[in-house]
């Protein structure tokens, strides 16, 4: 594995590959990498001639009071998974390789980004766009791996792609959990003991609106108040939202007539946790 930090040299490692006639696969992370990101690179190492990953912890997504300082870092050991999975470039920008002095262009994500994670991190889903993008003009991806976790990143970079006619085909996986359904995520190690036991409310909340939805409820503040009556026995469990949306355009619906998606979020302590569980058809 090589690791590489210059954009530049990036570029010419996979326009090198692209000329050959390689498949390129990009997983983008911001590092702590944890199983959930072991599943996406294992895909597109099994999908891809060439697979890059990137560790760049994206300042343009925080928010001013959000944790861009404390968030986890450990470049060794996610050098050392990197290697264990082969992938074949890592990319390690520096904050200056990215945002140079005078950057000034970033992408304004539409009706996508509006609502639930939008409606709390009012400029995330702009910064999540502008790094993506620039991350696959320097990558030139045939694929692109993002977790379901992060629905909403999803639905906001597969607009972009078909907006912006990128070539990349942005390809979805699964959420990998933990044994009692909590959802992998890097902020997980922020979790106190006691905090952890309460976080899988998250899982429980969203999976009793699947059950309610599987024996046939089709009815969204029925659903909704299936995953409410879970979260409400948690009081150590802040709710910022809990919703039921259409699965592709992520548009609010009242009835489940077409595949929807049912997303939670909220805030334990100081650690907001998001979840969601895809709602069966009839
Ligand atoms: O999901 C993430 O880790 C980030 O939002 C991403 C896609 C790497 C962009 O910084």
Redesign the pocket.
């Known amino acids: 594995m090589e690791t590489i930090s210059s954009p530049a040299d990036l570029r010419n490692r996979t326009l090198a590959a692209l000329r050959a006639g390689k498949t390129i696969g990009f997983v983008?992370?911001?590092g702590a990498l944890h199983a959930g990101?072991a599943s996406l690179i294992r895909r597109a190492r099994a999908e891809n001639d060439l697979l890059v990953v990137?560790i760049?912890?994206?300042p343009a997504?925080f928010g001013p009071a959000e944790d861009l300082d404390r968030y986890p870092r450990d470049i060794p050991r996610d050098t050392a998974l990197c290697e264990r999975e082969k992938v074949d470039l890592l990319f390690l920008p520096r904050v200056e390789d990215v945002y140079p002095p005078g950057f000034d262009t970033f992408v304004a994500p539409g009706r996508a980004a509006e609502g639930l994670c939008g409606a709390s991190r009012p400029n995330h889903f702009r910064?999540?766009a502008t790094?993506?993008l620039k991350?696959f003009s320097v990558v030139r991806p045939t694929r692109a791996y993002?977790?379901e976790k992060?629905y909403q990143?999803i639905a906001v970079?597969r607009r972009m792609a078909r907006d912006l006619d990128l070539d990349a085909e942005i390809v979805p996986c699964p959420t990998v959990r933990e044994a009692d359904g909590l959802a992998m995520s890097?902020r997980n190690a922020f979790l106190s003991p006691e905090e952890r036991t309460t976080a899988t409310v998250l899982f429980r909340a969203v999976s009793a609106m699947a059950r309610s939805r599987e024996t046939g409820e089709r009815r969204a503040a029925v659903l909704r108040e299936a995953g409410g009556s879970v979260l409400a026995a948690e009081p150590a469990f802040r709710v910022e939202y809990l919703e039921i949306r259409d699965a592709e355009t992520l548009d609010p619906i009242e009835t489940c007539d077409r595949p929807a998606v049912a997303l939670l979020a909220g805030r334990i302590g100081g650690v907001r946790l998001i979840d969601n569980v895809r709602l069966p058809c009839d």
């Open positions: 983008p992370t911001m990101h990137s760049f912890v994206n997504q910064g999540v790094v993506v991350f993002f977790g992060d990143q970079i890097s």
